[in-house]
């Protein structure tokens, strides 16, 4: 593949510390390595740019059922929105982007890695096929669990073995990558159009409640030692007084400490926390709680978050939270699609817009900010847009930019109509801090690298990790006085080298190198009692047989696969 | 105002695409530059000069250019689409999507036009002393912010979905209409000189319908409230008033319910 | 000795039954037995090794067809994609999603319309559904939990021979353990249909006029009055269907051609989505179309994920797509004479579309991808064998609830039959020969500035 030298950037990668140091970083064979180690590079010159990791995206709905439901029921989302074909495929659609468009433009965003954020077991051969249509970026998907059948009956007995058991079964049924849990309980009991407000309210006929699950699932995951901690959705998302309820379920991960070999530190990723933050009692008087959920978070290293930060687009919201997408659906009375699937899980997708002409909107974008902003440790709070719920992923530059500027916080809250009731219900407007470029990095590679896990591979610069390298003309020593500038800069690298390839140059795609698909296999002891259980539920439950939901080797695209021996 | 007049003289085998003719693009132009803006055929995109002659130049501006189309334009798409002031007249016919997402101006067709006329309008005048196909003044797919405003004015007959998810503007049929008018519409008023075939006002919420004729099969949802008054299109006349569709959503404004309204005259 | 293949899925309807077992011959040549399927399943695989062409058949001039060899029918099909300026490719419901995703790069690449048989079917679904959403479920939460079925314009018993027995009426699943005895069961069609003699209710639904009575449903829902009578159904019918349907504890409304193709189409499938989002307001409900082929509902999911709609797909400008049933739908094209070749691939447009823009398509050239002979083979200029899916092919279909099955092969195809996927492939890189050989020839043309190709 041949030898790379990206000359005289200002490096910055937080897995090493490197806080903007003018440094040469050498490539050979699609992994970097020490500069000596090199013959005769290719050389690209970085002077005057800052070079980070590719970026990791370490919550995304990008593929699968739900999203797919978002393109094809939105035609009006490709109306007159879609960009001009420019590299090998069309790219259509906004804020659900088609695949092609996926790939194409987190690769101009210079991100290489992208976790797709909740995969139904049951459609895992479309979750793959949509993968293999998504080109450059690295993908992994999450199965659910947090109201699969056999997780509820396994975790109401205390059974964390036999979970385990189930759930080293199924991320390699669905070649998955991480356990994920939606509004545990909740969605099963929007099988019966009902909900579970609450960590407390029991599950209709399971007898669990939420939080049950919720521990249950950070046993398991910390029993199993996988890359990723035990990812949340929490209970009761979406609504005024919620933040709550977030609370409450930070609490549970009190105690457990992570247990992997992955350099993770983490047992409860809760992700895009923005949309569990809110005080107040109705939309009437919803206010920012952010300082209490942050003073939480910075006081416990055991927790990870991103921010599900607002972007004040008109965008399409999907979800596994059923009931809290029937809501949604009753307050702007939209078009709404659904689907339960069987014993596992359910999906709601409704249009929606933020508007700055809308206080509740405004405050929301408020909200997101305020996390990052009061946030100590940004190698633990991630960017992101809850992608495509608060906003499209197109949009990451966007947040930046205001997470770096004061200037152009202000001048978007210049556009709110309800301004003087966003900043009373908010504390933005005391916020003065500007992030740094390294902080960026922390939030957008190094952190979530580090939280899936993943870090030896993604997410840094170190030799002998990927060669995924992204370029952006900014100068740390002489940034931009306009702020939109750093917008352009993130929005179009002008350089993203994955995998040792030149992929992006001057902003657009130049090269397809090969995507992977990450999943993870965990050995565990033969467990004759959940064989016998998965038998039993195929038999009887599911209506599709239990050799034909396991994911046929042939629908497997480029899998790279993490190994993780739980016997030992 | 500079007049464009632009004659189709060598008629396409398959059908036109012609987004380019509106007066916004036309304006500021001279003949040969117009006869360089793009069509397509298909997959084929050529100079709009292949197909068609041009006299004349645009104005300076949108609103200082008017175009004239000659020769039979019936399998001519897009015309005027999104345009945003001026005039187009078609001296015959034209096909679908004419006056597609305008927004200000005028379009006169002398003939008939096709289906997907006036879609997702906003502003402007779109005049046929034809009839119209179906989902004339409609939302486009997906699309549930329908017709804004504007007046769209049709001198014969209507196919189906007119005015569908209808937000506001006007609406007028000189003939009969077919099934579904108003369908999900929430605003905006459609008046139908002639008859309509049924489901007239379909999961409406809010919004007004006037039917000359009769309504052959009228929907279970609406509900006969009354008699009234009133002056549509200029003239003044009594009208069985309904109220419905009972069986959609309805907001209430000043703790009233608001419905929307069919009007059959008595 | 025989071979036994177990867990295979059945390439006929969209029930996709994924539990056949068929026997194969010691050789992997021949279908013995099929066990598990309706019928017309079974059929599918035993049909399969008669009446089969090796390779393809090229219309002579004096009428007759002519062998010719893959390579020259790809050559020739490239052409044809190449020339015309606006060519059609359509069909799709049965082939898998390999073979579609393989179809839209040539389609993207050609300059073509792409659309799938939803276009004369299950299209006016997609037409609701991007105005009105889709409360759905997959068919095992059916079978789970649900207590009141509701047959709205469909007769499963004929065209979903096992759709009642796996999914619907009478399974026992987790919640109904009574099976059949449990649920309440509504059909609703003009007809007394075999799938109506299972029926707890019958609504003799005047034809034509389902929107009606949805509406009239609606408003009893919300607590108003109705006529008399609607759509030829009595009001106290009316009143005592919505109350079963208000009192179910999960329901579900599976709805087939008689909504999506009587008048109206996609407003009395829309109108049912409106009932369905009402009904959620007291109790659980969910809706399904009843998708016909066993994977019709593939290319809708295909596509969207790689242009955001799910048919009739206008790729003619290259550079963007755009969608428009009524303009970019098969039917209407062939009708107004929007096309100028026609590209038939795993389905039987000759025998499905009405007389009219079947002629009006045979003026042009006309190519016909299918494994066996049918009515657009023996009218079109050329017909390119392939492998059959689900029986020689394996790859991913759609079942009618969206899920994905994987499809497996029994058998092979004869020899040097390709599938579709490949067969696409192969074309794909001849077209792409075609337009460099183009470049080549006029290096100095410079693509003209213009305004955007728009929607």
């Not at chain 1, 910075?298 to 596994?320: C, F, R, S």
């Not at chain 3, 269907?241 to 109206?264: E, N």
């Amino acid at each position: 593949m041949g030898e790379l030298i990206i000359k005289n950037g200002f490096v910055f990668d937080p897995l090493q510390e490197i806080k903007g140091d003018r440094m040469d970083i050498g490539i050979k064979d699609g992994r970097i390595v020490e500069t000596s180690a090199l013959s005769s590079p290719k050389t690209i010159d970085a002077a005057g740019m800052a070079v980070m990791a590719g970026g990791v995206d370490v919550h995304s709905h990008v593929v699968g059922p739900k999203v797919n439901v978002g393109r094809l029921f939105r035609p009006e989302d490709k109306l007159f929105k879609s960009p001009l074909k420019r590299c090998d495929r069309m790219e259509m659609g906004f804020s659900v982007p088609s695949t092609f468009k996926t790939g194409y433009d987190y690769a101009r965003m210079g991100y290489v890695f992208v976790n797709e954020a909740a995969m139904p077991p049951l459609h895992s051969p479309h979750v793959h096929e949509e993968i293999r249509d998504t080109p450059i970026i690295d993908n992994a998907a999450m199965p659910v669990f947090g109201n699969n059948w056999f997780t509820l009956e396994y975790l109401k007995n205390n059974e964390i073995e036999n979970n385990a058991a189930y759930t080293a079964w199924l991320l390699r049924a669905t070649r998955g990558f991480a356990i994920k849990v939606v509004n545990p309980g909740g969605t099963e009991a929007w099988g019966w159009g009902l909900n579970c407000e609450s960590i407390h309210d029991p599950v209709p006929y399971f007898d669990i409640t939420p939080a049950k699950i919720i521990t249950g699932l950070i046993e398991t995951n910390e029993f199993l030692g996988l890359p990723h901690s035990m990812h949340l959705h929490c209970n009761n998302l979406g609504n005024p007084g919620n933040y709550v309820d977030a609370l409450d379920s930070f609490k549970l991960a009190e105690g457990y400490t992570a247990k992997n070999t992955f350099g993770r530190d983490q047992v409860l990723h809760m992700t895009h926390v923005q949309f569990s933050s809110y005080g107040g009692d109705s939309w009437r008087n919803i206010d920012s709680q952010t300082k209490e959920i942050m003073d939480y978070v910075n006081a416990h290293d055991n927790i990870t978050i991103d921010i599900g930060q607002v972007t004040l687009d008109e965008t399409t919201t999907m979800t596994a939270d059923g009931p809290f997408e029937h809501h949604l659906r009753s307050l702007n009375n939209l078009k709404w699609a659904n689907t339960d699937v069987e014993l596992e899980t359910a999906a709601g997708i409704v249009p929606y817009i933020y508007s700055p002409n809308v206080k509740v909107s405004t405050i929301q974008w408020a909200i997101g900010l305020e996390l990052a902003l009061y946030s100590n440790d940004l190698m633990r709070t991630f960017i992101t847009t809850d992608h495509p719920n608060a906003g499209p992923f197109i949009r990451y530059p966007r947040v930046i930019k205001w997470l770096m500027s004061r200037a152009a916080r202000d001048e978007t809250m210049k556009t709110f109509k309800w301004l003087d009731r966003t900043i009373e219900s908010t504390t933005i407007d005391s916020i003065d801090r500007e992030l740094t470029l390294y902080e960026i990095a922390q939030m957008t590679r190094a952190g979530p690298a580090k939280a899936l896990g993943i870090s030896n591979i993604y997410g840094g610069l170190a030799p002998g990790m990927d060669a995924n390298v992204a370029i952006y003309a900014l100068n740390p020593e002489d940034m931009p006085s306009d702020p939109d500038m750093i917008e352009n800069a993130f929005s179009r690298c002008a350089y993203l080298v994955k995998d040792g390839i030149v992929t992006v140059r001057d902003g657009e795609v130049v090269a397809e190198p090969a995507k992977r698909t990450v999943w993870v296999d965990v050995k565990v002891p033969e467990n004759a009692q959940v064989q016998r259980d998965i038998y039993e539920h195929f038999l009887r439950h599911y209506s599709v047989g239990v050799e034909n939901y396991q994911l046929f080797e042939a629908n497997l695209h480029n899998p790279r696969v993490i190994e993780v021996d739980s016997t030992q | 105002m500079k007049t464009v007049t632009i004659t189709l003289a060598n008629p396409p085998e398959l059908y036109l695409e012609g987004q380019n003719i509106t007066p916004d693009n036309f304006a500021g132009k001279k003949a040969a530059e117009i006869a360089t803006l793009d069509v397509w055929e298909g997959k084929l995109k050529s100079p709009l000069g292949k197909y068609f002659t041009v006299e004349g130049e645009g104005g300076a501006t949108a609103a200082d250019t008017k175009i004239v189309l000659r020769g039979d334009c019936t399998r001519v798409k897009r015309i005027g689409q999104q345009m945003t002031a001026g005039e187009i007249v078609v001296e015959g016919n034209a096909d679908m999507y004419i006056g597609g997402w305008m927004k200000g101006g005028k379009i006169h067709v002398k003939g008939n036009v096709d289906s997907f006329c006036g879609i997702g309008m906003e502003g402007g005048e779109l005049i046929i002393d034809g009839n119209a196909g179906h989902h004339l003044g409609s939302s486009p797919r997906g699309e549930w912010r329908g017709m804004q405003g504007g007046l769209i004015r049709v001198a014969g007959d209507a196919g189906n979905d007119t005015a569908t998810f209808i937000n506001g503007g006007t609406i007028i049929i000189g003939g009969n209409a077919d099934i579904h008018v108003s369908t999900h519409g929430e605003g905006g008023t459609v008046i139908i000189k002639g008859d309509a075939k049924g489901r007239v006002g379909g999961q409406m919420v809010k919004g007004d319908i006037f039917v000359y004729g009769t309504i052959e099969y009228p929907l279970p949802g609406f509900q006969l409230v009354g008699e009234v008054e009133q002056e549509v299109d200029g003239a003044t006349a009594r009208f069985a008033h309904y109220i419905g569709d009972l069986g959609e959503r309805h907001p209430v404004s000043r703790g009233k319910t608001v419905y929307a309204n069919i009007y059959t005259r008595l | 000795m025989a071979k036994k293949i177990e867990n295979v899925g059945c390439p006929f309807c969209g029930v996709c039954c994924d539990d056949l077992v068929v026997t194969v011959s010691d050789d992997g040549k021949k279908i013995l037995e099929v066990e598990n399927s309706c019928i017309i399943g079974s059929t599918v695989f035993h049909r399969a090794m008669s009446e089969r062409h090796t390779l393809p058949r090229l219309r002579q001039p004096d009428g007759t067809f002519k062998e010719i060899s893959y390579d020259e029918a790809i050559d020739y099909t490239a052409k044809v994609l190449h020339n015309a300026k606006k060519p059609l490719i359509y069909g799709f419901g049965s082939t898998n999603c390999e073979g579609m995703a393989a179809a839209a790069k040539v389609a993207e690449q050609a300059g073509a319309v792409l659309d799938n048989c939803a276009s004369i079917c299950h299209g006016s679904s997609f037409l609701a559904i991007f105005d009105n959403g889709y409360p759905s479920c997959t068919l095992g939460e059916v079978k789970n939990r649900a207590d009141v079925i509701v047959y709205w314009g469909a007769n499963p018993a004929h065209a979903h021979p096992r759709h009642m027995s796996r999914y619907s009426i009478f399974p026992r699943g987790f919640f109904t353990g009574k099976g059949h005895k449990g649920r309440k069961i509504i059909v609703i069609d003009p007809r007394h249909t075999d799938t109506a003699q299972v029926a707890d209710i019958h609504l003799q639904v005047q034809q034509g006029h389902d929107y009606d009575l949805f509406d009239a449903f609606r408003t009893v829902v919300r607590g108003h009055d109705i006529p008399d009578v609607v759509a030829g159904v009595k009001k106290e019918q009316i009143i005592e269907a919505v109350d079963i349907m208000k009192k179910a504890r999960f329901g579900t409304i599976f709805y087939g051609m008689g909504l999506c193709h009587s008048d109206g189409r996609n407003h009395n499938v829309d109108i049912a989505i409106s009932l369905t989002r009402d009904l959620n307001d007291f109790t659980k409900w969910t809706i399904m179309a009843m998708r016909g082929h066993y994977n019709i509902t593939g290319p809708g999911a295909v596509w969207s994920w790689q242009y955001g709609f799910p048919y009739c797909l206008d790729l003619t400008k290259r550079d963007i797509a755009h969608m428009n049933p009524g303009e970019t739908s098969s039917v209407d094209l062939a009708m107004r004479e929007e096309v100028d070749a026609f590209i038939n691939i795993g389905t039987d447009a000759a025998a499905h579309f009405p007389i009219e823009p079947v002629k009006r398509l045979r003026k042009h050239p006309w190519i016909t991808i299918d494994p066996h002979p049918n009515m657009a083979t023996e009218i079109s200029d050329l017909h390119i064998p392939v492998g059959i899916v689900g029986v020689e092919v394996p790859g991913i279909v759609y079942r009618m609830d969206n899920v994905p099955i994987q499809y497996r092969n029994v058998i092979e195809p004869p020899e040097g039959v390709p599938s579709d996927e490949e067969l696409f492939e192969r074309i794909y890189e001849r077209l792409c020969e075609l337009e460099a050989e183009d470049a080549a020839r006029e290096p100095a043309k410079a693509a003209p500035e213009g305004a955007r190709a728009g929607e």
